[in-house]
């Protein structure tokens, strides 16, 4: 090959998408409301891959962008830009029928409000048997599978009650086997437990956990309830439209169960964009620039300090977390 050749192949396969490495796989996604003139970026770039079978939290402060990621994923938004994958599904080239089609079968949803999951005048029966219609599930099987949604999450006793019958905890119980009835390959929740007590909240989240579990559903919630986003094997946490940090934990302790060895990570995107968490920045002076240093075993982060002066030794103003001591993450 000629080296004009060779540098139009090296091109191609930069420019090319890198392979589905999850069920859902977003990168560099981006979302850009405008109003009356004004111009509100929701998300600005966001990565994220969640393998098949996973249970996981995405947290982050009011505005940060996770509503916004939840409704692209769902199929009940657009993004402006970027990649979003669902089970082989490209979001962003999707037609309206294959949106609808999708939304009945792909994916499943609940929302922190109990009354827009359930309508008011069926049965909880009634209710989780009706999106079987839309799927085209034969009617003699409908009314089975609901009453088994409804058994394993513990509320086969309420097939006969409306919802203005039930508690809040098994409204949102009864919207988890809705949500779960077209068996989809991924379940979204909303805020789920945010208008719940602590004691409905926990039962509501172990329902999430056994349709996870029992199901094989990939389930993914958006909360700010600490008491679920700790009982999850990952946790993402979303900042101004990125995703910023990730918490593993060697298992998902159940309720009342300490979830101990958590890690938190600093996530490194595609181009190599790293988000540092602020209490970092702030307590190392990290602003506009910063110095990195190659280490044998890892990268140094360093404040600037102005031309000429080398940085501070024996681990002086190293970020931890940053790669400023021996093994972190770089």
């Not at 004009?4 to 396969?13: E, H, S, T």
């Not at 505005?63 to 089970?87: E, F, N, Q, W």
């Not at 602020?278 to 031309?307: C, I, K, M, N």
Request: hydrophobic share 35%; aromatic share 4%.
């Amino acid at each position: 090959m000629t080296d004009l050749a060779v540098l139009q192949a090296r091109a191609m396969a930069r420019s090319a998408p890198e392979p589905d490495e999850g069920l859902i796989v977003c990168d560099n996604l981006v979302r850009v409301y405008r109003t009356e003139g004004v111009e509100v970026q929701a998300l600005q770039g966001l990565d994220l891959t969640v393998d098949e079978g996973e249970l996981l939290a995405v947290v982050g402060a009011s505005g940060s962008g996770k509503s916004t990621l939840l409704g692209i994923l769902s199929g009940l938004d657009l993004p402006t830009a970027g990649r979003a994958r669902v089970a082989r599904h490209d979001l962003l080239t999707m037609k309206r029928r294959e949106r609808l089609d999708y939304r009945r079968r792909t994916v499943g949803f609940v929302w922190q409000q109990t009354g827009r999951n359930l309508l008011p005048y069926l049965t909880a029966l009634e209710n989780v048997t009706l999106p079987m219609g839309y799927a085209r599930i034969p009617r003699a099987q409908r009314a089975g599978r609901a009453m088994e949604l409804l058994d394993m999450l513990g509320i086969a006793d309420c097939r006969n009650r409306r919802p203005g019958e039930l508690s809040g905890g098994q409204q949102q119980r009864v919207a988890i086997a809705v949500a779960g009835a077209n068996t989809p390959r991924v379940l979204f929740a909303d805020e789920p437990t945010g208008e719940l007590d602590t004691a409905s909240g926990e039962e509501v989240f172990a329902a999430l956990r056994r349709t996870n579990a029992e199901l094989g559903v990939t389930v993914l919630i958006v909360t700010h309830d600490p008491a679920v986003s700790e009982q999850v094997r990952r946790t993402v946490r979303i900042r101004d439209g990125r995703t910023a940090t990730e918490v593993l934990r060697p298992s998902a302790g159940g309720a009342g169960q300490d979830a101990g060895g958590a890690q938190e990570y600093a996530v490194l995107d595609r181009v190599g964009r790293l988000q540092l968490p602020r209490e970092y920045t702030e307590r190392y002076g990290l602003h506009r620039r910063v110095r990195l240093t190659a280490e044998p075993d890892h990268l140094g982060v360093w404040p600037d300090r102005g031309a000429g002066q080398e940085p501070a030794q024996d681990g002086q103003d190293a970020a931890p977390g940053a790669g400023g001591q021996e093994g972190d993450e770089g």
